[in-house]
């Protein structure tokens, strides 16, 4: 089958050739990503493979709609740049690749919480430069303390029980807790509970409109003092000019975001040598308690490789009319 990829990079390229020797679909690359103007590349093709930044909203889905696009394919897990309800009114199949490899962002997660209470970043950089002070590089055991675990699901629960194993208490909260996890000892909690309690806060529900700006002034202000805030989910799940606020009167102690809720303008592409635009982001990056990783939290090679062998047999299910697995249905 004929599939465009959008947003493409050199790892996608190597990664999907690699996979498709067993498929056989011819795949063409664009650099750029997918949006209404961008659509008109697909002529030719019978469906689209798309990345988080690209955006398949009512415009894009109808202009693919009319060359004949039939099948967005996702090579991600999250789908809220998806206009769900005009893909299903067009006809349109939408794909994903719901696990990939949970454990690459669960153990990212835990690597932000290590370095920014470590601060093994700011060690590298004194060291290298021959200075052994330890002077500011003061940490905190993790044993001990309290972790709240926002969405339980595939990398949530494995996040939280990494936590458990490291002697945290997880409090967690999810619509749909998991009886696994309660076995083990995570215990569920509303928000109201879990904000005052938790030393490290870490989000993993997906993005939708009842989830955006979850963390907002407001929730903030019911958390502990110098709590750790994480943020490997999607970054419009929190309301960073509040959170630039309480980095600034000391409220939030750290801030770990692999997601931002402008990073189509910038994650993905090297822009040093650039005059960023972006004040929200600029501003984020002068704080010493801030880290900041450009969404590579799922990039492991064993990602990598689950991705492409999912999307490529999404595609080919698609092709031949059996049933899809991985669909992404509009609920209600
Ligand atoms: P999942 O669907 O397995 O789990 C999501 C969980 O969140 C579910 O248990 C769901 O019930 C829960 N949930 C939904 N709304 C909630 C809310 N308002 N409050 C609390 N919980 C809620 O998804 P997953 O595979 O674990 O992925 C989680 C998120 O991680 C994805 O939505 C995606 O945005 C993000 N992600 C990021 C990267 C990265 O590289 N940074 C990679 C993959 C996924």
Redesign the pocket.
């Not at 909260?173 to 749909?176: I, K, T």
């Not at 993993?204 to 939708?208: F, G, I, K, N, R």
């Given at each position: 089958m004929k599939i465009a990829f959008f947003s493409t990079k050199s790892y996608d390229r190597e990664f999907m050739d690699r996979a498709n020797h067993t498929f056989g679909h011819t795949l063409t690359y664009f650099d750029t990503s997918l949006n209404p103007d961008t659509a008109i590349l697909a002529h030719g093709q019978e469906g689209v493979c798309i990345f988080v930044n690209d955006k398949a909203g009512a415009e894009t889905l109808k202009a693919l709609h009319q060359i004949s696009v039939r099948l967005i394919a996702l090579r991600?897990?999250?789908f809220?740049n998806v206009d769900l309800k005009t893909a299903r009114e067009l006809g349109m199949k939408v794909v994903r690749v719901?696990?990939y490899s949970?454990y690459?962002?669960a153990e990212?997660t835990l690597a932000m919480i290590l370095t920014l209470n470590r601060k093994t970043h700011l060690a590298y950089e004194r060291v290298r430069n021959g200075n052994f002070s330890l002077e500011r590089l003061m940490g905190f055991d993790l044993h001990g303390k309290t972790v709240g675990v926002?969405?339980?699901?595939?990398?949530?629960?494995i996040f939280a029980k990494i936590m458990l194993g490291l002697g945290c208490k997880v409090l967690a909260?999810?619509?749909?807790p998991?009886e696994d996890l309660k076995q083990v000892g995570i215990q569920y909690v509303s928000l109201k509970e879990m904000y005052p309690q938790a030393d490290i806060i870490s989000l993993?529900?997906?993005?939708?409109p009842?989830?955006y700006h979850?963390i907002s002034q407001e929730a903030i202000t019911q958390m502990k003092d110098q709590v750790m805030l994480i943020n490997?989910?999607?970054g419009a799940l929190v309301n960073t000019k509040a959170v630039i606020e309480a980095l600034k009167s000391g409220k939030i102690g750290y801030f770990g975001l692999?997601?931002y809720e402008q990073e189509e303008r910038l994650f993905f592409q090297d822009l040093s040598g650039h005059i960023i635009q972006d004040d929200v982001i600029t501003r984020l990056m002068t704080f010493p308690n801030v880290l900041i990783t450009a969404?590579?939290?799922?990039?492991t090679e064993n990602a990598m490789t689950n991705i492409a062998e999912t999307t490529l047999e999404n595609i080919t299910a698609f092709e031949q009319g059996q049933k899809l697995k991985n669909e992404v249905v509009l609920q209600g």
């Open positions: 991600c897990a999250g809220n719901p696990a949970p690459a962002v990212h926002i969405g339980t699901g595939t990398i949530g629960g909260h999810d619509p749909y998991q993993h529900c997906p993005l939708t009842s989830s979850l490997t989910s999607r692999d997601v969404h590579q939290a799922f990039f």
